[in-house]
């Protein structure tokens, strides 16, 4: 370890994965409890665009970026609202418009090359230049503003938008806010593990919380501890090994969660073995009603 705090490109990589460890869990549980899982793949199709956007203009690629992100967070909240497009059918035209965009005007950029190309698709976190870590830290305390402040409100947003509403929450706005934010996240992400596997950073943890844990809160704080082991120990392993950063994140944070698997499933059998079995009652010999599909506060 202390060999690799030596290099000072390593020093920011490391910087940005312990806020990408950090930051993209916390808004992949309120997507995973609201269905969303795909929604970062999406955003960080529409990312890409705004790369090359940046290259294009010789300007800060993470900056427009995060800038095109936020508009097409907030389209397809609108398309999937204001029309009959469906939520599957609106990720699908971020999907390909996103990529097509991206690849359309790194064409048009002179001096951009394949390379260029690929690691903002699969990450390139040794590249990190202070003004982008500069530009992710403000991105990353925004995000965290956001949970700070409407964190309660998203929870009941995304357990139930109808009880939402019916609680008098303003759901347009609540809904385009974790859009916007999960954009932002994506942009985070994007250096350390690239747009085509950002959501795995953001999905995969929260997944392997969820089989040791059923309570929202500390789901998302054990979520945030497997993304920031995730990001450190693979961007620890990817430097002394030689291999890909991104790609060994994602690899050992698929690890934990079948780790996570294995075990829930002998918490959860010996859990059941130690309760007694509960006595049938309520009306006409039916099973009383339960709530074993909601995820508690």
Do not use: K
């Not at 790369?51 to 300007?59: D, I, K, N, P, Y």
């Not at 260029?116 to 990450?123: A, C, D, I, N, R």
């Amino acid at each position: 370890m202390t060999e690799l705090l030596n290099y000072e490109f390593m020093r920011r990589a490391l910087i940005a994965a312990v806020l990408v460890g950090l930051v993209t869990p916390v808004i992949g549980t309120y997507l995973v409890q609201r269905r969303l899982a795909l929604l970062g793949d999406g955003i960080g199709h529409v990312a890409l665009t705004g790369v090359a956007l940046g290259l294009l203009t010789s300007t800060s690629p993470v900056l427009t970026a995060a800038v095109v992100a936020t508009l097409g967070a907030v389209l397809i909240e609108l398309v999937r609202v204001r029309t009959r497009t469906s939520g599957d059918v609106a990720l699908a035209l971020l999907f390909y418009g996103g990529i097509a965009g991206g690849v359309l005007l790194i064409g048009l950029t002179p001096g951009a090359s394949n390379a260029t190309l690929v690691s903002y698709l699969f990450g390139s976190v040794s590249t990190v230049e202070e003004a982008d870590l500069w530009v992710v830290g403000v991105l990353a305390a925004g995000v965290a503003a956001v949970v700070a402040v409407f964190g309660r409100e998203l929870f009941v947003l995304c357990q139930d938008e109808e009880v939402a509403r019916a609680h008098g929450l303003p759901v347009r706005f609540l809904s385009v806010l974790l859009a916007v934010t999960a954009a932002l996240t994506v942009v985070i992400a994007m250096r350390v593990v690239g747009v085509l596997m950002v959501s795995a950073l953001m999905i995969v943890p929260v997944a392997a919380a969820q089989q040791l844990t059923r309570s929202f809160r500390v789901t998302m704080l054990l979520a945030v501890l497997i993304g920031l082991l995730s990001s450190v120990g693979g961007l620890t392993t990817s430097f002394y090994a030689d291999l890909s950063p991104g790609a060994t994140i994602v690899v050992l944070a698929l690890a934990v969660f079948c780790v996570a698997v294995a075990v829930g499933g002998l918490l959860r059998r010996a859990s059941a073995g130690r309760s007694p079995a509960a006595p049938v009652t309520g009306v006409a010999g039916t099973m009383p009603q339960t709530d074993r599909g909601r995820v508690t506060p």
